[in-house]
């Protein structure tokens, strides 16, 4: 087996995918299946269940997933000790939404290929609520990312930039919203919900502390697809400001007074601790402090 193959299979452990797994890594799925054969007899066990619906790791896959983390962690350590005294090169993966290449990343990217031309910057996009998850499972070297409630001790983080979580409504759908004389009816008004992430966990526990049981119109993974939803008149959502601020649809969208305020965002830089050994790592870690400081 060799390094490739390893990478392959880490990719396919977390995506559970073999489609999306060989769009994502430039491989046919024949190539694919073929990569995994091949893991299988070399190892004698086998490493998925697949049928024609799902796909899942046998225990022995995840044994082998371990391993595949520690052989290829430690490969990139090795290479770039390697390179530790030439001009760094290599390939640097991130992972973050689109509002974060938007807003936060621009001036971080600009200085990074300045300092740094040898090294291409692979950048994943997607739901922001991913991203700490795409850390983990080390599909990623770097996230952007909301700083999570609970603390994570194998991930370090670096503070950005802050945003409020506001709760929004249809401009052009007024009665959309349902009102008492107390305020907002929430177990009329239709709501478009997180369907994970810390947006999410934050709109739980702040209907919980009011003893409310909201009306759950539609359950949305993603923050723009929650604007589309609200702008079209499906229910009322939230959003952090820093995306709202940023979407095509702002201007068919109203920002609801709401008490107490929901608890902010904190966005930043996202590393496994374990990974800023990793030179390509640690160079995009200084340039990111650098900025912080810059700000300032």
Known sequence: MNIRELELFRHLSSSL?????????????????????????????????????????????????????????????FQNDLKSDAVLRGELTLYCSITAILSILPKIFQKYRTTHPYVSLHVQTGDAANALNMLRTREVDIAIAALPDQHFP??????????????????????????????????????IFPSKGLSRTRVETWFAEKGIRPYIYSQIAGNEAIISMVAMGAGVGIVPQLVLEKSGLKNEIEVLETSPRLKPFVVGACALAQSRENNLVRSFWSIVEREIVLRK
């Open 17 to 77: 995918h073999f489609g999306k797994s060989a769009l994502e890594c430039n491989i046919t799925p024949s190539g694919m299946t073929r990569t995994i054969q091949r893991l299988e007899n070399e190892i004698g066990v086998p490493l998925f269940f697949r049928n024609n619906r799902t796909v899942t790791l046998t225990p022995a896959g995840i044994l082998f997933k371990d391993y595949c983390d520690d052989t290829i962690s430690r490969y990139q350590l």
């Open 154 to 191: 194998e991930i370090e983080f670096l503070e950005l930039t802050e945003t409020p979580l506001l709760f929004i409504s249809p401009k052009f759908f007024p009665e959309t919203v349902c009102y008492t004389k107390d305020g907002i009816d929430w177990k009329k008004t239709p709501f």
